[in-house]
């Protein structure tokens, strides 16, 4: 027969698994929820290049805020800059610690292949039509997603900017839009 003692401490014990268990649930669905992050690409100036130049270099911040409650560590990536679904620049994205509930800056640049977008003859249309010439940015950045220091989990963060150039200004305006995956 099972004494009173351990009937008690059995039940006491249940009692205080699914309390734990209640209260670990309710903190993965809220407060450690996964948030995408906020990349922004902030390239100031776009100038063209002397004739007979085929390749430009242009500054670029990229802004990166993460609202999580995990850090994330991303490896060195590339961003490749399409006009119109043909390649005319990329970006290198160094390595970096993003960490929980704060961001960072990443100075970095954009090498343009000005033949490549020249060539195109789509884009003596546009320019004729207008002032301005879209590109659009897509970068992978994967990594791991560190919780609590010991927990760490595969992850991809993905984005995606529309890049709209001011021929006349030189003034460069994006629009972003960021995605984050954990993968098992």
């Given amino acids: 027969m099972v004494s009173k003692n351990l009937k008690i401490c059995l039940s006491v014990s249940a009692i205080i698994l699914i309390a734990i268990s209640t209260i670990t649930v309710a903190l993965i669905f809220t407060v450690f929820k996964l948030r995408d992050p906020?990349?922004?690409?902030?390239?100031?100036?776009?100038?063209?290049?002397?004739?007979?130049?085929?390749?430009?270099?242009?500054?670029?911040?990229?802004?990166?805020?993460?609202?999580?409650?995990?850090?994330?560590?991303?490896?060195?990536?590339?961003?490749?800059?399409?006009?119109?679904?043909?390649?005319v620049g990329t970006v290198p994205i160094p390595s970096q610690l993003v960490p929980a509930r704060r961001?960072?800056?990443?100075?970095?640049?954009?090498?343009?292949?000005?033949?490549?977008?020249?060539?195109?003859?789509?884009f003596s249309v546009d320019i004729q039509n207008g002032t301005k010439f879209s590109l659009m940015s897509k970068a992978e950045l994967p990594g791991k997603v560190i919780?609590?220091?010991?927990?760490?989990?595969?992850?991809?963060?993905?984005?995606?900017?529309?890049?709209?150039?001011?021929?006349?200004?030189?003034?460069?305006?994006?629009?972003?839009?960021?995605h984050i995956k954990i993968y098992h």
Avoid: W
């Fill in 38 to 87: 906020n990349i922004i690409l902030n390239i100031s100036r776009f100038d063209f290049p002397t004739p007979g130049s085929t390749n430009i270099s242009i500054p670029v911040l990229i802004i990166i805020k993460n609202s999580n409650y995990g850090n994330f560590k991303y490896i060195d990536s590339i961003s490749y800059i399409t006009y119109r679904d043909t390649l």
């Fill in 103 to 122: 961001g960072i800056n990443v100075t970095t640049h954009a090498n343009f292949m000005v033949e490549e977008l020249t060539e195109n003859p789509k």
């Fill in 147 to 178: 919780i609590l220091s010991f927990i760490k989990m595969k992850a991809m963060a993905t984005n995606q900017c529309d890049i709209s150039v001011n021929i006349a200004s030189h003034d460069v305006l994006s629009n972003c839009i960021s």
